[in-house]
C-alpha cells in the first residue's frame, strides 16, 4: 500500500493483492499435474508390459515389475492431487512426498534408457522408442506443474476461486495438451498394436474367401 497526499488528507491506495491471481491459478496447474500423472501412469503400465513380454530372463521380469509397481504408485499420486487431499493418513503423506522427490530421478532414467535405444545402440538395433518419449514428455510436464504448486504453497493463501467458465477452458485445453501426448505413446506399445481398431467393436469379421471349401 501507498499514500497519496489530497489536500490535507492522505488516502490510501489500494493495489490488487497478487494472491488473488495465485489461487486462480493454482487450481488450473493441480489439475494439470494430476492429468499428467495420470497419462504418465498409463504409459508405464504400457512399458511394465512391453517388458513382461518381452522378458527373456529374471533381469527384464524384474525390470517389468519394478516399472508397473513406479506405474501403481505414478497413478495413485495423481489420483490423491487430483482430489486436492496433501495426505490424510500417513500412507497418503508419504506418497505425496514421494513422487515429486524421486520424479527428476525417473525422468533421467527414461531419458538416458531413450537415448541409448536411438542414439547409441548397436547400428542394427537402434530404435526410437515413442512411449518412452511420451513417458518423459508427461514426466517433464509434471515436474513443471509440481515445481509451480510448491512455489503456490509457500505463498499466502487466498479465499479467491477461478471463475468457472476459465476453469472449464483450462481444464479443456489440459486434457487436450495431456491427451495429444500420451495417446502416439500408448498406440505405439504392444497394447496400442494389439487394440482393437475404434468402429469395429462389435462386428463380425470378414468372411473367409476360402469358406466352404
Known sequence: MRTVAAGEQVLPVLRPCPTQEIAGGGELVRFLAAFAALSAGLTFFALAADNLLAAEGPAAIALGALTGLWAVVHTLWGILVLRNRPGGNRPEVWLVRFVPTALPAVGAVVLVVLAWGALLAPAGG????LTLASALALVLLQLGASAALR??????RSASQPAPGRLLVGLFFSAVLVAGI????????????????????????????????
Not at 183 to 208: E, F, I, K, R
Open 182 to 213: 500420451a495417446t502416439p505413446g500408448l498406440a505405439a506399445s504392444t497394447a496400442g498394436d494389439n487394440a482393437v481398431p475404434h468402429g469395429t467393436h462389435g462386428t463380425a469379421p470378414a468372411p473367409s474367401e476360402h469358406a466352404g471349401h
Open 151 to 156: 512455489r503456490q504453497a509457500s505463498a499466502p
Open 126 to 129: 537402434r530404435t526410437f522408442n
